[in-house]
């Protein structure tokens, strides 16, 4: 699978000392906004995790998933 590229219009510059509070900041709740999918956080790197009938349907809980975090 391959997604669209996305311009970055804002953001926290990398290395920096508030960055990573910043990011616990924003990301904290966000598990609680995705449905019919499983959510690891690391750091600042986000998986999902999803389990279906077929590949149809997990890619549509991935997707759904994913726009709703956007």
Request: glycine residues 8%; contains cysteine; charged residues 25%.
């Amino acid at each position: 699978f391959k997604s669209e590229s996305r311009t970055i219009s804002c953001g926290v510059p990398q290395g920096s000392i508030l960055g990573q509070k910043l990011f616990i900041l924003y990301a904290n709740d966000i598990n609680k906004v995705v449905e019919d999918v499983k959510m690891v956080t690391f750091a600042d790197d986000t998986n999902l995790f999803a389990s279906g009938e077929d590949l149809q349907q997990l890619v549509n809980k991935v997707t759904r998933g994913m726009k709703k975090i956007k």
